[in-house]
């Protein structure tokens, strides 16, 4: 994969992508196939209702490897926790952590759903499961 095509992969995976209602969220680390120099990457956001975390990874996983365009990225999870998003009260709430993949940078989630939805009330808090 060329570092344009690589680039251009990178820009196909959507930033954050949030399913209504409270649910697993995950932080993942998408990166192109290191070839030589260090490999581009870029934090996303998901959440989606997955009685795991993992399956929430697994997910976009599923998603990349379904197009040839991005089929060659790989993810991995930094962290995770709960979101609540309620699109009907355009307020998002971040918080909580991950068993197995601990807590998530919920500034950095937070970051990132601002920038998505720049009308959105967002906060987090470090509290609960």
Do not use: W
């Not at 649910?23 to 990166?31: A, D, F, M, N, T």
């Amino acid at each position: 994969m060329s570092a344009a095509a690589a680039s251009d992969a990178l820009a196909l995976v959507p930033d954050v992508a949030l399913a209504a209602g409270t649910h697993k969220y995950v932080l993942l680390r998408v990166s192109e196939p290191a070839a030589g120099a260090a490999a581009r990457s870029k934090v996303v956001v998901r959440s989606a209702d997955r009685e795991f975390h993992k399956g929430v990874k697994q997910e976009l996983e599923r998603e990349l490897r379904g197009d040839p365009r991005t089929a060659a990225l790989s993810v991995a999870c930094p962290g995770g926790g709960r979101i609540r998003h309620e699109p009907e009260a355009a307020r998002t709430f971040v918080y909580g952590f991950s068993n197995a993949y601990g807590r998530g940078d919920h500034v950095l989630a937070c970051e990132l759903i601002r920038r998505a939805f720049p009308a959105f009330e967002v906060s987090y808090s470090n509290e609960g499961y």
